[in-house]
């Protein structure tokens, strides 16, 4: 089974209005944390936002909020007031805790967002 | 510099040639990671270091060749590649030992083509 499923490809949101894009998480450890990160098109992995397994509150960084809903295993990552600049391809990720020995992430296969003027 | 540097950016290289992929963390971690990241494919985790030991090699083809002669610093060595090689190389670093919250930082990549 797909550790992390994303499953919308592609998105498209009008500049100044939020967007939500969907993450849901696949594990049977009840120790884990959740990722977000952007990538331009120019390359780079740029992380974005963290969420643990046992926070009791939804992360927040500047725009970027993550709407953790832990019975449903999603992590929708929602960005507020989009900018030109939020263009990008968007990656859920995941770390396993303690039952999980290895050092791997757990990246889904991306939502591409296209921010509309 | 800051975060992870990678060099070069670009490289093209034929099916015969030896290259190597240099990476660079500033952060002082002591993990570090190389992926591959194809076209409409996940990102595929090639080998870690932990500590400059090697300890994971995700049944990678022994054309590349990973070095790490310290914390900071992380190569890849190329050679005899195919086309099917030609990818996105991403870099990362971590400070390993934070557990479930221990983030990757990752640089800008190399892209390399294989003719």
């Known amino acids: 089974a797909q550790k992390i499923t994303q499953t919308q490809p592609g998105m498209f949101v009008q500049e100044k209005e939020a967007v939500t894009l969907d993450c849901t998480y696949d594990t049977s450890d009840p120790s884990y944390g959740l990722f977000w990160y952007k990538q331009p098109s120019s390359g780079e992995m740029i992380f974005l936002i963290y969420?643990?397994?046992?926070?009791?509150q939804n992360a927040t960084e500047g725009r970027y909020s993550l709407n953790f809903q832990k019975a449903r295993k999603s992590a929708n990552l929602v960005i507020s007031a989009s900018q030109l600049g939020d263009s990008a391809m968007y990656f859920c990720a995941m770390r396993e805790g303690p039952l999980n020995t290895g050092n791997q992430f757990y990246f889904g296969t991306g939502t591409s967002l296209t921010v509309i003027p | 510099e800051t975060g992870v540097t990678q060099t070069p950016r670009h490289l093209v290289m034929g099916m015969t040639n030896k290259k190597s992929l240099k990476c660079e963390q500033h952060?002082?971690?002591?993990?570090m990671y190389w992926y591959k990241q194809s076209a409409k494919k996940p990102l595929e985790l090639m080998f870690v270091y932990n500590f400059k030991e090697q300890t994971e090699n995700n049944s990678v083809p022994s054309r590349f060749s990973p070095e790490c002669p310290n914390s900071s610093h992380l190569f890849l060595h190329l050679h005899t590649l195919q086309p099917e090689d030609s990818a996105l190389y991403l870099c990362?670093?971590?400070?390993?030992?934070?557990?479930?919250?221990?983030?990757?930082?990752f640089g800008p990549g190399t892209r390399l083509l294989v003719l």
């Open positions: 990362a670093s971590s400070q390993a030992g934070r557990g479930v919250q221990e983030t990757q930082y």
């Open positions: 969420q643990g397994s046992y926070d009791q």
């Open positions: 952060l002082g971690h002591n993990a």
